[in-house]
């Protein structure tokens, strides 16, 4: 079977691969017009977010057998069509799971103890004790959106630090040992910590809104180490604006679909919302790295080769 490669990975991918008997060729650099061209030669494909996969390119693909996605999401990938031709959808949300969930603990330890804030004033000669006082996790109610393997992985985490962990998930009976899932109306009554754990779908793109927001008893600390578009950016600085959340870990953004860079090189043209965001002191950005570690890209690259070598190793 031959496979390309159209981002690059860890190496062990590659060489793994080859051990198994499998032909890979490489090419990061052709434009998605060119690899259309060629993609009727190949068993597989192996992409992280380089180009959308879309009807139009898999009708191309007349000999495809699957498409290896290594991250968590399919979002950028035709799924129905896909599935609909018989392609096997190979991503790997096991890969940076670990990594998410530290990032997301990360954000709100930073963020309820003003990790950031009194590290600018320190370094800039300003010494504040009482204005920076801190909120403990332990004792408060963490809610969970989304408990599949990020979600679970982050609960994980929270055990030991004396807190309530509960979940809110589509799925029945997700919940587990390190989570209680609860009905919508409950998980509004009672979560005073938010961590986002959903996959981008119709159902959550704009999720988060202020009708949303609205609905929480308490104020709130949000960490979204999700999808960008899940929360409508507006609404959430109206939010933080008033109070209703106390505090934003955002490790995604809705506008990283346009060059983010291109955000500032004409502040005049700044969406209001994002001007806003990034100057405020209770809010934390970080590039969408959540998954982003060493250890992750290696976990990631041998999800995907044990998911190839499980579905298609015997026939190669």
């Keep these: 079977m031959r ?6 990975n860890h190496p062990l991918l590659i060489q793994q691969l080859e051990d198994l008997g499998f032909i890979n060729e490489e090419n990061y650099t052709s434009s998605k017009t060119e690899i259309e061209e060629i993609i009727k030669d190949y068993d597989g494909f192996i992409i992280r977010s380089r180009f959308r996969i879309d009807k139009g390119f ?62 600018y004033e320190v370094t800039n000669g300003i010494w504040l004790r009482e204005e920076n006082r801190g909120e403990e996790i332990m004792g408060k109610t963490v809610g969970i959106i989304g408990y599949g393997h990020m979600g679970k992985a982050f609960a994980k985490r929270l055990q030991g630090l ?30 005073q910590i938010l961590s986002l754990h959903v996959p981008q779908t119709p159902i959550t793109h704009q999720m988060v809104t202020s009708d949303f927001l609205n609905k929480f008893k308490n104020k709130l600390w949000l960490v979204n180490t999700a999808r960008g578009n899940v929360i409508n950016t507006n609404d959430l600085v109206q939010a933080l604006q008033s109070g209703k959340v106390k505090g934003a870990g955002l490790d995604v953004l809705e506008y990283e679909k346009t060059s983010f860079e291109k955000l500032f ?9 994002f001007k806003a965001l990034i100057a405020m002191k ?25 998911k190839i070598k499980k579905n298609f190793a015997s026939n190669n």
């Design 3 to 8: 496979i390309l490669h159209l981002d690059k």
């Design 58 to 119: 898999l009708e191309k693909a007349e000999n495809l057998k699957f498409i290896g996605r290594v991250g968590a999401g399919l979002e950028n990938i035709d799924v129905d069509y896909a599935k609909a031709r018989g392609i096997k959808l190979l991503n790997a949300p096991e890969g940076n799971r670990d990594a998410v969930a530290e990032h997301a603990l990360g954000l709100f330890l930073s963020l309820m103890n003003r990790f950031f804030i009194s590290h």
């Design 162 to 191: 004396g807190c309530n962990t509960i979940c809110y998930d589509i799925k029945d009976d997700v919940g587990d040992e390190n989570a209680t899932q609860v009905s919508l109306d409950t998980f509004f009554e009672n979560t």
């Design 265 to 273: 090189a004409n502040k005049e043209e700044m969406p209001s919302a």
């Design 282 to 306: 209770n809010v934390i950005l970080t590039p969408h790295v959540g998954g982003w570690t060493f250890e992750s890209k290696e976990k990631l690259a041998q999800t995907i080769v044990d």
